[in-house]
Nanobody, 115 residues
Framework: QVQLVESGGGLVQPGGSLRLSCVAS????????MGWYRQAPGQQRELVAE???????GYADSVKGRFTISRDNAKNTVYLQMNSLKPEDTAVYLC?????????WGQGTQVTVSS
């Protein structure tokens, strides 16, 4: 079965940095589109960044220039490097694997940006 396990969340001050990781199993990772989403309490889940198997990436306008998505196919891992963090970045960050017939989600990792 498909499993996605996120890590790397925590509490940081505004302007700080975090790197999130998502380790996938149960898929041919190099063929799968991976994404990072976030959801704050009472809010809709929103796309933060997405990366294709070949490495092409896209970002939400709110994080362009601050966040970088990358993947290491040898480690079945997708990363989200988050720099210059703002309080409005506070959310649960979730990893998603998109297949042709289904989507799979991790449980999420909490990111809190506060002084």
């Amino acid at each position: 079965q498909v499993q996605l396990v996120e890590s790397g969340g925590g509490l940081v001050q505004p302007g700080g940095s975090l790197r999130l990781s998502c380790v996938a199993s149960g898929i041919i990772f190099s063929r799968v589109r991976m994404g990072w989403y976030r959801q704050a309490p009472g809010q809709q889940r929103e796309l933060v960044a997405e990366i294709l198997g070949g490495g092409s990436a896209g970002y939400a306008d709110s994080v362009k220039g601050r966040f970088t998505i990358s993947r290491d196919n040898a480690k079945n891992t997708v990363y989200l490097q988050m720099n210059s963090l703002k309080p409005e970045d506070t959310a649960v960050y979730l990893c998603k694997a998109s297949l042709g017939f289904s989507e799979h989600w991790g449980q999420g990792t909490q990111v809190t940006v506060s002084s």
